[in-house]
């Protein structure tokens, strides 16, 4: 199971928009609506921000979104703050024999 | 409040096997549709999953390092117990535990690791 593929990095000025991109295959994200993206600072665990493609847990602000096209897979950070600047992985659901699989990796600078 | 922490050993040499036990409170490993995972991440690498046990004790592994791993838990100490044999220094990295969010495919909540060096 290959991971997932991202670009290294994003940059975007304070309150403006960034898109991050995790492109798979049909064995993952574009045969399932269990995509997720997960937020890390440095030296910090994960933290989940979105799942099943779009879905914010409680507590993430409406600055980020998800969305998601054939095998590819978007997450939009509006309104850019300084505290957004960090590693950004998606992840997703690849089927019941490979179970789940991330992606490389996005460094956002703001 | 969910919290997990991993701990192990911080050294293990080239061939043994690394067993790292998951210690978690705010939740249940007997509720239906529950779920913890563990997940590694080398030094300035991408994030790896690598085995899930779910309430029901179903198991799944990384196909490519299946034969290595070995995920099971113990709902009387709340806790989930992963190995991995044969380790080599490739498999130097910071090892999470993070649970499924109930119901759904993806990991809410997450321990803050446990950094592993594999070396002589």
């Given amino acids: 199971q290959s991971a997932l593929t991202q670009p290294p990095s994003a940059s975007g000025s304070p309150g403006q928009s960034v898109t991050i991109s995790c492109t798979g295959t049909s064995s993952d994200v574009g045969g399932y609506n269990f995509v997720s993206w997960y937020q890390q600072h440095p030296g910090k665990a994960p933290k989940l921000l979105i799942y099943e493609v779009n879905k914010r847990p409680s507590g993430v602000p409406d600055r980020f979104s998800g969305s998601k096209s054939g095998n590819t897979a978007s997450l939009t950070v509006s309104g850019l703050q300084a505290e957004d600047e960090a590693d950004y992985y998606c992840g997703s659901y690849a089927g019941s024999n490979n179970f789940y699989v991330f992606g490389l990796g996005t460094k956002v600078t703001v | ?120």
Wanted: charge should be positive; glycine fraction near 6%; include cysteine.
């Fill in chain 2, 1 to 120: 409040q969910i919290t997990l922490k991993e701990s192990g050993p911080t050294l293990v040499k080239p061939t043994q096997t690394l067993t790292l036990t998951c210690t978690f409170s705010g939740f249940s490993l007997t509720s239906s549709g529950v779920g913890v995972g563990c997940i590694r991440q080398p030094p300035a690498k991408a994030l790896e999953w690598l085995a899930l046990i779910y309430w029901d004790d179903d198991k799944r592994y990384s196909p490519s390092l299946k034969s290595r791993l070995t995920i099971t838990k113990d709902t009387s100490k709340n806790q989930v117990v992963f190995t991995m044999t044969n380790m080599d220094p490739v498999d130097t990295a910071r090892y999470h535990c993070a649970t499924l969010k109930d119901g759904y495919i993806t990991f809410d909540f997450w321990g803050q690791g446990a950094l592993v060096t594999v070396s002589s």
